[in-house]
């Protein structure tokens, strides 16, 4: 089974119409997938291909539209990709070595290297058959560069090593239980199986969870909330964690003792796919929020909604009946401008399950960066379902943090 993409180490290749991109992505798959032409603009929507490449393991590349596309649509292509490279872990700017830098190129690597610079960047200087104009040469001389000629598949070894070598410069995303268990252990995992549940199979946060335990060679017991309590009766030694689904959680903790450590699954993915911490801090600023703030609410893709949609209806109610009843929602798919983000009083953002922690971690620090508040799905119901500070025991800095606040 092919890896998840958000799962994947996100590539993308960035630069001006015809700078070399789509060629360079045949290269590096040694096969025709994007399609090439002498007639800029020939990639406008972004293409992206899976493959192994060594100690990165799973990657996915993007190869995207020239940021220097044309038009009412070039404008529209050209957004595409600068949100593309926000979920990027790496960005490789793409240019023919025999050309001067235009323009267009000059604020290209100045946002890639000001604007994103968590992210690691290198340039692949394309058609290395042809001479080095010299003001190219000191153009990208700030930037770990490699020279590819895509007609012969020159250089494609050495751009293959100097991306496996950025693996040190990326933020690891932890794993769900990282730090929580060791080697021995055995974790309780509470699934409900009802008529929400997938037919036949597990929810992805769950089967994450058991591969993680694997890993860490601990055991893992899977019981429904109904056979929780026979099942955990009967073992012979206290679990190190409980871990279960938010909606069971109060029978879950009606069910063991006191003293067990209990979370839910949306608290571990807020952690594996964000900033436990940040998110926690929105929580805490909930009873601050001044009269008619504004208040967005964010998601990461066009899942469908249901009647009672918990982004546009479950939590702007709740946040009406327990927070303040006279403050204004907006709901957006994509970060606002830095001039919008300013409006806002806070940001309540979706899982994520869709994305990589890199755009999460990305839209966190400019939330951030604006004064802005920002928590999770995960955490706003697990606070309005009394979930907190339960939950949180795993996290005993957390857990202190949040009785601080709110004793
Ligand atoms: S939680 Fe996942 S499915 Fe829901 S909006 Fe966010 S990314 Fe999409």
Known sequence: MATALAESTRIVLIGIRNAGKSSLMNTLFEKNISIISDRPGTTTDPVTRQMELGSLGPVAVTDTAGLDDEGELG?????KTLE??????????????????TEEEREILKELILKNSRTPLICVLTHSDLPVDREKAEFVSPVPKVKVNNLTGEGSEELRNLLSAQKEKLTPEISPLEGLVSEGDLAVLVAPIDLAAPKGRLIMPQVETIRDLLDKDCASL???????????????EKPKIVITDSQVFHKVAADIPEDQLLTSFSILFARKKGDLEEFLKGIINLKKTPEGSRILVMESCSHHRQADDIGTVKIPRLFRQLVRSNVDFDFTRTLPSEEELEKYYMVIHC???????????????RIRNKGVHITNYGLFLGWVNGLLPRALEPFRDLYEEYRDAFD
């Not at 404008?75 to 957004?79: N, S, T």
């Not at 490789?92 to 050309?99: A, C, E, L, M, S």
């Not at 899982?351 to 620090?365: H, P, T, Y």
């Open 351 to 365: 899982a994520g399950c869709m994305i990589n922690r890199e755009k999460m971690m990305d839209r966190l620090e």
């Open 84 to 101: 593309i490279t926000a979920s990027s872990a790496i960005n490789v700017f793409v240019t023919p070595q025999d050309r001067a830098p």
């Open 222 to 236: 899977v019981v429904k909330d109904r056979e929780l309590l026979s099942f955990y009766n009967n073992l012979k």
């Open 75 to 79: 404008k529209l292509r050209v957004l």
